[in-house]
C-alpha cells in the first residue's frame, strides 16, 4: 500500500485545515485508518482513527471536539479537518492504516509521507 499525505500548510491560530490520505495498491476499506503527529523534538503521537468502514473513531483528548476524521472507501481517500487550530497543533501529520486493531505506532502496517502544519499564534 503506498499512501499519500496532503493539505498541510501554514494558518492562524483558531483557522483550519483539511488533510487528506490518498491510498493506492490495496483494498482501501481493508484497514483502519490512523491520523498521527509529530512536532519537533517530540514523539510521534496518535491523534485520531477510524475503522474499515467509518463505524468507529476515536480522538486524543488534545484534539477531541476540534478534529474530525473521515473517509471514503470509493474514493480510497481518508480525511481529517481540523478546526480551531492551536499553536501546539503545530506538527508533520502522518497517516497510516493498519489491520491489526491496535491503533498505535508500533500497530501501523503502512505509513504514507508526512504533511507539515504549522500553526501561527
Known amino acids: 500500500v503506498q499512501l499519500q499525505a496532503s493539505g498541510g500548510g501554514l494558518v492562524q491560530a483558531g483557522g483550519s485545515l483539511s488533510l487528506s490520505c490518498a491510498a493506492s495498491?490495496?483494498?482501501?476499506?481493508?484497514?483502519?485508518m490512523v491520523w498521527f503527529r509529530q512536532a519537533p523534538g517530540k514523539e510521534r503521537e496518535f491523534v485520531a482513527g477510524?475503522?474499515?468502514?467509518?463505524?468507529?473513531?476515536y480522538f486524543s483528548d488534545s484534539v477531541k471536539d476540534r478534529f474530525t476524521i473521515s473517509r471514503d472507501n470509493a474514493k480510497n481517500t481518508g480525511y481529517l479537518q481540523m478546526n480551531s487550530l492551536k499553536p501546539e497543533d503545530t506538527a508533520v501529520y502522518y497517516c497510516a492504516f493498519t489491520y491489526s486493531g491496535t491503533w498505535s505506532v508500533e500497530g501501523m502496517t503502512y505509513w504514507g509521507k508526512g504533511t507539515q502544519v504549522t500553526v501561527s499564534s
Open positions: 495498491g490495496r483494498t482501501f476499506s481493508n484497514y483502519d
Open positions: 477510524i475503522s474499515r468502514f467509518g463505524r468507529s473513531t
